[in-house]
């Protein structure tokens, strides 16, 4: 069978502030096609038609270099910049025009056209919450502070490189999850127990394990430390059937991370021990 | 004036995988709306029919009990699915029947209906290079490891609690940026002058300044250590003081935080210092 051309096509992601919701929902939709050669443009903070303009100029160069219409995401609520790039030569998806109507209707009130108010600071008191979580994720990386594991709300744990140091930062960061991490290190491999800072029964039920395949975390661990025998594919190997016994062992919750992303690792983790998210609503 | 009473009203979040999507959508839309009191419910991770069977029931409660519809964004892709949810009394938003069609037709071909593409791990190559970004920041950050700055893309300075940490951790998770960052220490204020791990040339082209009101500053400090002098509304003042006084005598970019989150700090930085994000896209 022959593989068809790849197409080559432009999208713009357009917004009044930060452009996070236009490039969310947009990558969102284009993932679910295939064989395209997306050029990406992000155009955050556009709030004077003079800029626009300009934008609207790319937009019309990018259609014709393609020789397609550029897909244009769009958060803009500003109305007169909305109908420049609107006049441009391009497939236009407005994420505030296709669904406020309907929410106004259904909520009996029009809505506040206020840029910025999605991932702006509105609530003093979650600002508190977010850096307080990132403070004690900071502080109780790897294994550091075992004695204050009693705050934490999960504790992550797994062998080096099996990815507990991002999840936490984003459990944190996104969530405003207190979240610990320990380290499960070769120098215990020789018996089937777990660390003594975390065999207590509280902290026991606070336990979260990570775990993938030994080929990924051989690659991982070789982008470290090249050609190790702490990267090596056998002793990854060992390592990883070690931690899985353990968490079978002592029925510790735990996740393959092998195929997903730190996005989904911790939206899996929060749904999977019901942890209560701290912040947006 | 009287204030008019408080809606109350439910929002469901549903979606195959993560629910980052649809959380993002309808956050962004809701924030327009003033006056209403929302009850949040997450659903990720929705593949089951039975289940879905059990969060329609759950919908019709809500409405009886708030006497309206709840709101419903959905990023739901198997159809059996949508259709138990869309028998349910809600008003129904979805992402994907809204937007794909225009897109299927405009990109001339079927979208794959396959859920979990987007914070999904699909590049190899851009989780790596988000890995790398979060430890450098991790190893480069409140001023550790100066020598190696050559290294960073950017370097974020200010007064202790300007916000450094999270926005580096934010720059480095969402974007893939190596970003550094230093304190500036009020045994430094004697005088108007850049610490000297920053003072070459080299590095100078890559500072960015953090600052906000000294009220908030104070308050920050004041959740830290409570009373203290650190803490004090005089001593913040000064301190916010010298280093806009730095700024300004080093022509250092820089960014008043005090109203803003740290998603639009990160996004005003990458913007403002035209730094190329190194993931989605």
Known sequence: ??????????????????????????????????????????????????????????????????????????TLLNPEIIEVIRQSNCRMF??????????????????ARMAGRSHGLQHHLSYFKRIAAINYVLAHDDGINPKNFDAAEII??????????????????QYGIAAANYPLT???????????????EDIRKKLFGLTLGAAQLHSIRNERRPNSQYASLD????????????????????????YISIEE???????????KRQLYG
Not at 103 to 110: A, G, K, T, Y
Not at 186 to 200: N, R, T, W
Not at 238 to 248: D, V
Request: overall charge negative.
């Open 1 to 74: 069978m022959m593989t068809p051309p790849r197409q080559k096509r432009t999208v713009f992601y357009l917004s009044d502030r930060t452009g996070i919701t236009a490039e969310t929902l947009g990558h969102s939709l284009l993932t679910q096609f295939d064989g395209i050669e997306w050029e990406t443009v992000n155009v955050p903070f556009l709030e004077e038609v003079d800029k626009a303009r300009h934008i609207s100029q790319r937009i019309n160069e990018a259609a014709q270099r393609d020789g397609q219409k550029p897909l244009v995401f769009s």
């Open 94 to 111: 407005d994420f505030f025009e296709t669904f406020i109507c309907s929410i106004e209707e259904e909520l009996h009130q029009p809505f």
């Open 156 to 173: 992550l744990i797994g062998v080096s490189r099996s990815g507990k140091t991002p999840t936490c930062l984003y459990l944190g960061l």
């Open 186 to 200: 070769p120098d215990d491999m020789h018996d089937l127990q777990l660390p003594k800072a975390l065999a207590s």
């Open 235 to 258: 002793q990854c190997r060992q390592e990883i059937q070690w931690q899985e016994s353990l968490y079978g062992l002592f029925d510790i919750p735990y996740l393959d991370t092998t």
């Open 265 to 275: 690792i911790s939206a899996i983790i929060l749904n999977r021990c019901g942890l």
